[in-house]
């Protein structure tokens, strides 16, 4: 569906249409019920994380409370747009509303800038936790963990705040049709009646600054953390080390790998089929494998996550 008027600014769009990939019927229904399914693990995944980090007592340290912070985040994250993304696999008409497109692009961008925060904390806390043991449980336990945590979630839904009023502002008088399956910012922008290099810039700029000064951060302090880890006198120790921080790095490639690509390349374009199938894979994919990476490479979260099986199974 197509709004249009014989003059360029004579009727205005009150819905967009979400094309989403360009496939047949058959293989829509099987994309239904594949990210049905990884939806639904997503959210088991995760959702046992968070309840391995309430229900134990060992596991009330800064790490696994950022930990726990992080799993409801992507939680949130893939809630934000997954669903919606399945009913339009379904849908003949595929349209979203005008608030709804907006609302859904403030709360994706909005949880992805949160997720670069808590990432950037969670390096923090092991390069203090590993190169300033001394000083650790003085710098990051109690109320600093905690403004911390707070400090990562403001942060992080202010962050896009405004380059998506900017963009909220725009006449849309023309084609309604969004050549993605979620509302992005590109393609917003590609459908604006009126040029906006301004609302271009401050969407590509803040994009670009959280995603490359977060993954500067975490690389720093990834380095100080392996030349302090090659330093300790205990295998067992360095092994711990390397375990935990691996975790995390895994984490970290897997998500700026990705959206790298998509915000900060400035030749990447949004109209071809490669944007959309990463933007899948950051959205949908990397939230399921990051319980997974956390649980299997960590004893402890492990040994939680099965006192968390058998007090379900008592139930």
């Known amino acids: 569906m197509n709004i249009t008027g014989s003059e360029p600014h004579s009727e205005s769009v009150s819905e967009f249409i979400l094309l989403g990939l360009p496939c047949s019927r058959e293989i829509q229904v099987v994309l239904f019920m594949l990210f049905s399914i990884i939806y639904l693990l997503t959210l088991l995944g995760n ?32 809630n934000s747009i997954v669903p919606n993304t399945l009913v ?11 608030t709804g497109c907006f609302l859904q692009l403030y709360f994706f961008f909005s949880m992805g800038s949160t997720e670069c925060f808590f990432l950037s904390a969670m390096a923090f806390d092991r390069y203090f936790a590993i190169c300033h043991p001394l000083h650790y449980a003085t710098i990051m336990m ?23 009023i900017l963009i909220s502002q725009l006449p849309f008088c023309g084609s309604n049709a969004i050549d993605h399956f979620v509302c992005d910012s590109g393609p917003l922008l590609a459908l604006s009646c009126v040029p906006a290099p301004m609302t271009m810039l401050a969407s590509y700029t803040l994009s670009s600054l959280v995603i490359l000064l977060s993954f500067l951060f975490i690389l720093i302090s990834y380095v ?9 006198p205990s295998a067992s120790s360095r092994h711990k080390a390397f375990s935990t921080c691996g975790s995390h790095l895994s984490v970290v490639l897997l998500f700026y790998g990705t959206i790298m690509v998509m915000h900060v390349s400035p030749g ?13 894979f950051y959205a949908m994919v990397t939230p399921l494998f990051n319980p997974l990476i956390y649980s299997l490479r960590n004893k402890e979260m492990i040994n939680a996550l099965w006192k968390v099986l058998e007090s379900l199974k008592c139930l």
């Open 47 to 78: 959702g046992a994380i968070i309840c391995a980090v309430c229900w134990n007592q060992h596991l009330c340290t800064p790490m696994y409370i950022l930990l726990g912070n992080f799993a409801f985040l992507e939680m949130w994250y893939v």
């Open 88 to 98: 339009n696999f379904l849908s003949e008409t595929k349209s979203i509303s005008f």
């Open 142 to 164: 109690g109320h600093r963990c905690f403004n911390l945590v707070i400090s990562c979630w403001v942060c992080g839904f202010l962050w896009y705040l405004v380059p998506v």
């Open 224 to 232: 100080l953390v392996l030349l302090a880890v090659i330093q300790l």
């Open 268 to 280: 990447s374009s949004h109209s071809t089929l490669m944007p959309k199938i990463m933007t899948l």
